[in-house]
């Protein structure tokens, strides 16, 4: 990983990202007026950081996880028209650089969705280090990206009459983490 940042008090070491206290979420135009929002209920993550304080990010989603608060739709979204959880049961994150962009951060990386890896830039920013209750310090972060569902491979297309479509490209992809430094 090529890096040139370090994070302030972010302790050498791996952090787990705690999954009670952190979400996956995401926004898609439904019907061109709104938007869908949803989360992936099932996720693991890390945060290497070396003894020079660079850190390197890994993340995995089972994507059957998802939830938008409605069955029927999230069936739809696990089955071959978008997501295909059968054939492609996880969604991968691996970092490849991390720069700073003003007071935040740029992770940059290969995400792998639905059998496709291309690379995306999260837009990060480090809410800091707490040294937690009695279990070791936790840091906290928050990152967005948005890709294009169709480039990797989820190409359905439900068009509707008057223009437009029932479901958006563009995906914004929102993550609020909490990791705690691993003994």
């Not at 990152?143 to 563009?170: C, H, Q, W, Y």
């Amino acid at each position: 990983m090529t890096a040139s940042i370090t994070l302030p008090n972010l302790s050498a070491g791996t952090w787990a990202v705690d999954p009670v206290h952190s979400t996956v979420g995401f926004t898609v135009r439904h019907l061109v007026v709104s938007k869908v929002r949803g989360t992936f209920d099932d996720f693991t993550g890390t945060i290497t950081v070396d003894e020079n304080g660079v850190p390197a990010v890994r993340a995995e989603i089972q994507v059957a996880s998802v939830n938008t608060r409605n069955a029927q739709r999230d069936g739809h979204i696990a089955s071959a028209d978008f997501f295909d959880v059968e054939q492609f049961p996880t969604a991968t994150f691996v970092s490849t650089a991390v720069r700073p962009a003003g007071d935040n951060l740029v992770v940059e990386g290969d995400f792998t969705l639905h059998g496709v890896t291309r690379p995306v830039e999260l837009a990060v920013e480090f809410l800091g280090v707490n040294p937690g209750m009695g279990n070791g310090p936790v840091a906290g972060f928050e990152a967005t990206t948005t890709i294009n569902r169709k480039d990797f491979g989820i190409s359905i297309d439900m068009p509707l009459e008057g223009g437009g479509a029932v479901v958006g490209d563009k995906i914004t992809i929102n993550l609020e983490l909490e990791a705690g430094l691993q003994a």
